[in-house]
């Protein structure tokens, strides 16, 4: 089955940091880069960054920038998203989407973890 | 970065409805732009990329269309498992980003 599986939710306070992992299935994982997107609730989606699955090239949206690491490990088709010093306004639910070669197009998505950070 | 303002923000429309949704960007996107569909505490699916082709597996009854700054998604015939909130989203120069989404209701 054709799949990515998101790490469970998680609560941190002010200024921690989070990571969560996507364990990706049934496709060839080193074919597919993955992107990190999130959803605020009642807000629209916003994409963080993409992370290559094989050398780890990146790209981070600036609002991110200096603060998110995406990294990959093909031994065990995982992808993770690290986020530091977060804010109250980092909660959201935050998904894995892999993306389409043929353009920035999301075809498969985990099944989004909630992070909430909160004193 | 490239805004991506849909509308309307919300409809409310009947069984058996044709149901038109616009996506508008900021600037020219050529035909990189895809269409969402969301239902409440799930992922998002993808229905239509590259403007108008449609995804394997997505009803007929799905179709979108324009190019450079204007497209629209349209559901010919409005099915009860189709009552969710659609997104646009361009993908011509990063960051990738969303519209705020059209909420279809039922009437």
């Known amino acids: 089955q054709v799949q990515l599986v998101q790490s469970g939710d998680e609560v941190r306070k002010p200024g921690a940091s989070v990571s969560v992992s996507c364990k990706a299935s049934?496709?060839?994982?080193?074919?597919?880069?993955i992107s990190w997107l999130r959803q605020a609730p009642g807000k629209r989606l916003h994409w963080m960054g993409w992370?290559?699955?094989?050398?780890?090239?990146?790209n981070y949206a600036q609002n991110f920038q200096g603060r998110v690491t995406m990294t990959t490990d093909p031994s065990t088709a995982t992808a993770y998203m690290e986020l530091t010093t977060l804010r109250s306004d980092d909660t959201a639910v935050y998904y894995c989407?892999?993306?389409?070669?043929?353009?920035?197009?999301?075809?498969?998505w985990g099944q989004g973890t909630l992070v909430t950070v909160s004193s | 970065d490239i805004q991506m303002t849909q509308s309307p923000s919300s409809v409310s429309a009947s069984v058996g409805d044709r149901v038109t949704i616009t996506c508008r960007a900021s600037?020219?996107?050529?035909?990189?732009l895809a269409w969402y569909q969301q239902k409440p505490g799930k992922a998002p699916k993808l229905l239509i990329y590259?403007?108008?082709t449609l995804q394997s597996g997505v009803p007929l009854r799905f179709s979108g269309s324009g190019s450079g700054t204007d497209f629209t998604l349209t559901i010919s015939s409005l099915q009860p498992e189709d009552f969710a909130t659609y997104y646009c989203?361009?993908?011509?120069?990063?960051?990738?980003?969303f519209g705020q989404g059209t909420k279809v209701e039922i009437k």
């Open positions: 049934g496709y060839t994982f080193s074919q597919y880069g």
């Open positions: 590259v403007a108008s």
């Open positions: 989407a892999r993306f389409l070669n043929a353009g920035g197009f999301f075809d498969l």
């Open positions: 989203q361009q993908s011509n120069s990063f960051p990738w980003t």
């Open positions: 600037q020219g996107i050529s035909s990189w």
């Open positions: 992370v290559g699955p094989n050398k780890g090239n990146t």
